[in-house]
């Protein structure tokens, strides 16, 4: 976190905005391609990436070992899952990619999702190891329901209560887990959430957030750690945990404010009711997904990238354009996101240039300063006294007070499928009216002459 505003993460001693989009959930487990994937990242200034800890696609392999018969021997780690894991985050962290690792993926757990997502496919269900039965196991056979937003029946995230009568799922979980993490507490790059969107009892999450806060201190490794929840309700009671538990929680994630939720004015506004329900203990407020023109049509998707940077919030990134799995189309839409598309690459480029012209740490959310402002019209940074920005997602008009008589003020403009800075037009009135230039995404970045 940065020293000055605990709002933002700080890396290598400075502030920094978490920007990214790339083509996979899992990209550890998608290594052709991948070096030129985080290279290309890296040339339209992203630095953030997500990896979950899965199995679903075409050329993923997965954690164990298997036989001759292709049962998984759980007792038996496949290295090639644990080299790739290892390569990517060495790969990461060469170009000071931020890396955040979801590792319970309930995707991977319930009913079947793309090519080798779901239960049917999972070493854990008792058809496919030599390790237990049902029987032996509580484990069932079918899953046939998806992750929803409250807690299922499903033993897998049941194992802590089960863990007093000799169950073998825990040991199970842990062994896993301390493989992981003997691998990633090595790098300083890293931010652990326990789950991708759960909607299982927060006692779950809550105990491996705490196993992995232990297993860092032994490590003498710094460490900070969150939990996905599923609910797109960031008042409901399970995010509300989230917030309370700032020993425990050290970063918020409200990516699913982008999902049928978050629209407009009502998503900027959710993320500003976050930063007020724990300004007594402000943290990092990331958005690991930033989902595509299914939810709401691609101009909202883009619209969300410059409301969370203009909400304070600490990272932007776009969802993966599933099911899109063969890596020559890695540069494609879809519906489900925008990755790391030709559109995508524009959009982080051009607020890359934006945040890179403010200083981010010092600046805050001050939409009242604006007149004659409608909702979702216009949304405006400040550093008062020094610089502004103001971002139209649309077409429109407002007035700005210059605090400062006799200044004369620089104002330039980007559209963000642009990434180029229009020539700089002079404010020399204490009062002007800010107008975008016409349709699109538009970014006035405002200084001192």
């Known amino acids: 976190m940065d020293k000055r505003s605990p709002w933002y993460w700080n890396y290598e001693g400075k502030p920094i905005v978490l920007l990214g989009g790339s083509w996979q959930d899992n990209m550890f487990n998608h290594p052709t391609g991948l070096e030129d994937h985080l290279d290309v990242m890296v040339s339209v200034g992203a630095n953030y990436i997500r990896n979950t800890m899965s199995h679903r696609n075409i050329g993923n392999v997965f954690p164990y070992d298997q036989n001759e018969d292709s049962f998984f021997d759980l007792d ?20 000071n990619i931020i890396v955040q690792l979801e590792i319970w993926d309930p995707w991977d757990m319930y009913e079947d999702h793309q090519s080798f997502g779901g239960w049917s496919h999972h070493p854990f269900n008792p058809l496919n190891n030599v390790n237990y039965t049902a029987e032996t196991s509580g484990l069932p056979e079918i899953i046939d329901y998806p992750p929803v937003g409250q807690s299922t029946e499903h033993p897998f995230f049941k194992s802590l209560q089960k863990s007093d009568d000799g169950s073998v799922l825990l040991p199970l979980q842990q062994a896993y887990m301390d493989t992981l993490l003997s691998i990633s507490l090595r790098y300083p790059h890293i931010l652990y959430c326990v789950h991708n969107e759960t909607g299982e009892d927060v006692t779950f999450g809550d105990y491996w957030a705490d196993y992995i806060r232990e297993q860092a201190s032994k490590a003498d490794a710094i460490v900070h750690v969150t939990d996905m929840r599923r609910n797109e309700n960031v008042r409901s009671e399970d995010q509300n945990h989230l917030y309370t538990q700032h020993h425990r929680y050290s ?24 930063k007020e329900r724990i300004a007594s203990h402000p943290r990092p407020i990331n958005h690991n ?9 691609e101009e909202e998707s883009v619209a969300r990238m410059g409301r969370m940077i203009f909400a304070g919030a600490a990272s932007a990134r776009f969802h993966r354009p599933h099911p899109i799995e063969d ?39 001050s939409n009242d300063l604006l007149g004659d402002r409608d909702d979702n019209e216009a949304f405006f ?44 037009t002079i404010l020399s009135d204490t009062s002007s009216i800010i107008t975008s230039p016409g349709k699109g995404h538009w970014v006035a970045v405002i200084k001192k002459k």
């Open 76 to 95: 038996s780690f496949n290295k090639e899952y644990w080299n790739r894991f290892s390569n990517f985050l060495e790969l990461t962290y060469q170009r």
């Open 251 to 274: 970063y918020i994630d409200i990516s699913q404010n982008n999902a049928w939720e978050g629209k407009g004015q009502r998503h900027y506004d959710n993320i500003v009711y976050v």
């Open 289 to 297: 997904k930033n989902y595509g023109a299914a939810r709401h049509g």
């Open 327 to 365: 890596p020559s189309d890695m540069y494609r839409k879809s519906d489900y996101g925008l990755g790391l598309s030709p559109r995508a690459q524009k959009i982080i480029q051009s607020l890359r240039m934006v945040t890179d012209e403010l200083d981010i740490a010092a600046a805050s959310p």
């Open 381 to 424: 940074l400040a550093v008062p006294g020094q610089h502004y920005a103001i971002y139209f997602p649309q077409e429109g008009s407002v007035i700005l007070s210059l605090p400062d008589r006799e200044s004369v003020w620089n104002m330039r403009w980007i559209n963000l499928d642009i990434a180029q800075w229009e020539e700089a």
